[in-house]
């Protein structure tokens, strides 16, 4: 079934309970092709994914992720990294926005295919380096969980429209 785009976002929640099942692997093509297309700072594509099913490793993540056992059962992690520290006018790192954008590709195009995900930036990148071989100098920016689910959809907590958005000027009171 095709989801339209706002049905994907309004489907996706966090999942911290997955079954112990795999994900086929044209499924994990899919998601990486998401990610391919996403947009990025000067098309730069400065992200760099490493792709975890094994179960040892996955337990090491999990360890690594402050014991969040839940990505042990989850059919793949993901280790997002980010190859370069450039800096936007702006002032702001472009690299963690760059890969951030792809993982929600992910995330989104993982909800169309059945599939549910959980960001993971409760970790240690010093323990997640030697699991999957990331060089000193490359950033890891976040672990993505992806697999099939154990549990149902929440519905979100979320402030209302007014108290994060305004038009024309800041009329933010607090
Ligand atoms: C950058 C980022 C880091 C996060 N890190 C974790 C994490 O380490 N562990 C976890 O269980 N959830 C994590 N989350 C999930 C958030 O807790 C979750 O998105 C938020 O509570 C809203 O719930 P929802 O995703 O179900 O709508 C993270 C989310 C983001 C965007």
């Known amino acids: ?73 989850a059919g793949a992690v993901i280790v997002a990294c980010s190859i370069s520290d450039y800096v936007m006018r702006c002032g702001q790192p472009a690299g963690i926005i760059d890969v951030a954008i792809a993982l929600e590709h992910i995330c989104l195009a993982a909800t169309e295919l059945g599939l549910a995900t959980c960001w993971i930036g409760s970790f240690y990148p010093e323990k997640v380096r030697p699991v999957v071989g990331i060089p000193a100098d490359i950033a890891i920016v976040e672990l993505l969980a992806i697999g099939y689910p154990a549990d149902k959809p ?19 009171v607090d």
Do not use: G
């Open 1 to 73: 079934m095709i989801m339209a785009v706002l049905q994907a976002i309004k489907s996706r929640y966090s999942c911290r309970s997955y079954l112990p099942k795999e994900i086929e692997k044209e499924k994990i093509e899919h998601l990486l092709e998401a990610a391919r297309l996403a947009p990025s700072a000067k098309n730069l594509q400065d992200w760099r994914f490493v792709i975890v099913t094994d179960k040892e490793k996955k337990r090491k993540l999990a360890e690594a992720a402050n014991n969040q056992t839940f990505l042990e059962n």
């Open 154 to 172: 929440r519905i979100p907590s979320r402030e209302p429209l007014e108290k994060i958005a305004c038009f024309e000027n800041w009329q933010f």
